[in-house]
């Protein structure tokens, strides 16, 4: 059974906000001019009161909600053709990009070479077949693709949060702060994020304690009281993605009836003109960024992420609106 094929009563259940964090309304500086070109410009953007959840969705909920409901995630269907026109059939199975750490690496811009689309990769798998989440129950769950992380969401009786509701809520309360904590990145010499030491992707030395994901509370929540904002796992947005900010842009609130119907042509991804699958905003960074690649820990980072994608380092937290 999918989650399509179940009655209703049985997909959404009462929305419990008893691990959430009530966000207040208000009106904030998003993005920043001082990083990423895609993070610019900064402009005022009002976001109105939600709740949202305290940690990323942990492999202990998501378990929950395949129990409950059958569902199978995108990486754990075979792909279907005549979404990847091109594409060799022998190349088309189920599976999901893990990272693997290269010590001979010649091009930071070239992602495929510690990128391995592996088969049997999924979220119960996160490294492989022959790995398991047994003692990660309280680590986020991984390997979902944006339309799984709805579908959770749905089940859930909540939703995903936009990029400006996301980021407001990283913010803390600290207006215009480099990090969900403050302007120092490792304050008194602490860690306040699972990200990556070192050079990247060649040698990681841990110094956080983490060479992979981390449970959700390993690190001190922000100021609102919400762990895990910045690094561990990137996390999907509703927003589709476009090159930069606009003051006067929209900002998704709801989802489309057809999740491949990108609203703006900056959405699609410019390499492969072939294969237009639309792009969500992802936010956050992870255990990945490091200082010379992706230094993305910020909550004014923003990346695109096609929506059929799902990695060892991508998950998601929910929102609940119109609640006090």
């Not at 120092?184 to 050079?199: L, R």
């Not at 842009?249 to 492969?272: F, L, T, V, W």
């Amino acid at each position: 059974m999918t989650l399509s094929d179940a009655p209703p009563e049985q997909i959404r259940r009462p929305v419990d906000v008893s691990d959430m964090v009530q966000i207040p309304g208000g009106i904030f500086r998003m993005g920043s001019d001082d990083h990423y070109p895609e993070e610019a410009p900064v402009h005022r953007v009002k976001v109105e009161g939600f709740w949202i959840d305290r940690t990323p969705v942990t492999n202990r909920q998501f378990k929950a909600f395949v129990r409950a409901t059958g569902y199978k995630t995108f990486a754990e269907l075979p792909p279907d053709p005549k979404d990847y026109p091109g594409a060799l059939p022998n190349m088309l199975y189920a599976g999901s990009l893990v990272f693997a750490p290269q010590q001979n690496v010649t091009n930071l811009r070239d992602w495929s070479q510690w990128w391995q689309f592996m088969k049997g990769a999924d979220w119960r798998h996160p490294y492989g077949p022959k790995s398991n989440i047994n003692v990660l129950d309280h680590h986020p769950v991984v390997h979902v693709s944006f339309a799984d992380a709805l579908a959770y969401a749905q089940w859930a009786g909540k939703d995903l949060p936009t990029e400006a509701e996301w980021e407001f809520a990283a913010r803390g309360g600290l207006e215009g702060a480099e990090f969900a904590w403050g302007d120092e990145f490792t304050p008194g010499g602490v860690h306040m994020a699972n990200t990556w030491q070192g050079e990247f992707p060649r040698q990681n030395v841990n110094t956080d304690g983490y060479e992979r994901t981390s449970p959700v509370t390993a690190f001190p929540p922000n100021g609102y009281g919400v762990h895990d904002l910045v690094g561990n796992v990137w996390e999907w947005t509703t927003d589709w993605y476009a090159p930069k900010h606009e003051a006067d842009a929209p900002k998704a609130c709801c989802i489309p009836e057809n999740p491949r119907g990108a609203r703006e042509e900056g959405s699609y991804d410019p390499a492969q003109p072939d294969i237009r699958i639309p792009r969500k905003v992802i936010k956050g960074g992870s255990h990945l960024c490091a200082p010379n690649y992706c230094r993305r820990y910020r909550p004014a980072a923003r990346h695109a992420e096609q929506v059929d994608t799902s990695t060892s380092h991508l998950g998601f937290r929910c929102v609940v609106r119109g609640m006090t």
